[in-house]
């Protein structure tokens, strides 16, 4: 079985910064792609930014520039390291791994159970 453990969430201010933190572990035979969600309250879950195994990036537009993704592929870890934080940033953050598992080298998509970011004055 695959655990994704999420970490790093809080209460900042405007402007201010945070780093989330991303661990899958389990039968892990690879990693393709590790990412970061949210959800904001009434809204649809979005993409915030995803890196591959072998280091290419995506953002979503708001978050460019402020916004870095990384990863550490020896530990299967994912960060989000995110400055500049606007109220418009409050959600919950979700970290999802697509990974192959198993000796069948099945392939999967894993989610964690998500952190809270409140940006707030």
């Known amino acids: 079985q695959v655990q994704v453990v999420e970490s790093g969430g809080g209460l900042v201010q405007p402007g201010g910064s945070l780093r989330l933190s991303c661990a899958a572990s389990?039968?892990?035979?690879?990693?393709?792609?590790m990412a970061w969600y949210r959800q904001a309250s009434g809204n649809e879950r979005e993409l915030v930014a995803a890196?591959?195994?072998?280091?290419?990036?995506n953002y979503e537009d708001s978050v460019k520039g402020r916004f870095t993704i990384s990863r550490d592929n020896a530990r299967n870890t994912v960060y989000l390291e995110m400055n500049s934080l606007k109220p418009e940033d409050t959600a919950v953050y979700y970290c999802?791994?697509?990974?192959?598992?198993?000796?069948?080298?099945?392939?999967?998509?894993?989610w964690g159970q998500g952190t809270q970011v409140t940006v707030s004055s």
């Open positions: 999802n791994v697509d990974l192959y598992t198993g000796a069948k080298m099945w392939r999967n998509r894993y």
């Open positions: 389990g039968m892990i035979l690879s990693i393709v792609e």
């Open positions: 890196i591959t195994s072998g280091g290419t990036t």
